[in-house]
């Protein structure tokens, strides 16, 4: 088996609040081997975009970052200057949510293709066929004349688009997506897609794909991450988190997705609200709203440990799997 490309070790992440560091994340382990890809799910305050920022060396000024994080065997907290520019530019890529708040305003979207496929070797007359080729491949019409225009002159959507082309350009060793299709319409969803999968099969480009879509996730990813209040709460291959999830949170994520061929009066939820890492205390994370909790679980926050094939963190997941339901 390939050695990990990018491997994640004891992950943690303080942000400055108004009364000392807040917790954000809190020991987070993740390996990603070339061609892997590997979702992160959970409901909105996880720490799914935090874990994105401290691998990309994009975390929030004043942050307070433990643990190790190496990819390609170099320390990326050791990365200095032009070392530093050149992981984020050519072997680590991102996929914002916010697509404007990546490009330069100011620049035409043929330019910052261009300066994009030209960081990657190619000269300008090569960089700017690869560009208009890359934007038709997008879905985009009529790309020579959207290479002329400025980001403001692009829907979201489209702007999006050309983001998601300007990391593709580049062929970096690892994609961090964060929410990467949400501003896309189902046919370009599907067609980005399918570019990506095309792009790991033929050079082996690592994924890290974050999103609230559980089924998205569960479509396109090898092995899928579930993160509560900055917690990996349960990883497994995706076939296994679709049909024999072992956590009663990744249950209740299945649970809530709504039927496509039932229209109904409620959609199913999860009870309670999500907490962040600050609030949760020193027992299972998810205790408030679990409806298999016992009193260990109020009392000691369960170890991550290796389960069928994945890894679990919940006292009672032996128990519930040989039931087959939450008790």
Known sequence: MNAPLLDVSGLTLDLPGAHGYVPILTGLDLQVRP???????????????????????????????????????????????????????????????????AINPIQRVGDFLIETARDAGA???AARRAAVDMLSRMGIVDPERRMGQFPFELS??????????????SGPSLILADEPTTALDVTTQSDVLAISEELRRDSGTALVFVTHDLDLALSICDRVVVLYAGTVLELADAETIRHAPAHPYTRGLLASRPPLDERLAELPVIDGAPISAADAGGGCPFLERCPSRIPLCEKTKPKLQAFRGGQVRCHRAEELATVGSAS
């Open 156 to 169: 979201g959507g489209l702007l999006q688009r050309v983001m998601i082309a300007s990391v593709l350009l």
């Open 123 to 125: 000269d300008v007359p």
């Open 35 to 101: 061609g892997e890809a590997v979702g992160i799910v959970g409901e909105s305050g996880s720490g799914k975009s935090m874990t994105l920022r401290c691998i990309a060396r994009l975390a929030p000024e004043g942050a307070r970052i433990g643990g190790s994080i190496t990819v390609g065997g170099r320390d990326v907290s050791t990365l200095k200057r032009s070392a530093l520019r050149d992981y984020r530019r050519r072997e680590t890529a991102v996929i914002f949510q916010d697509p404007r708040s």
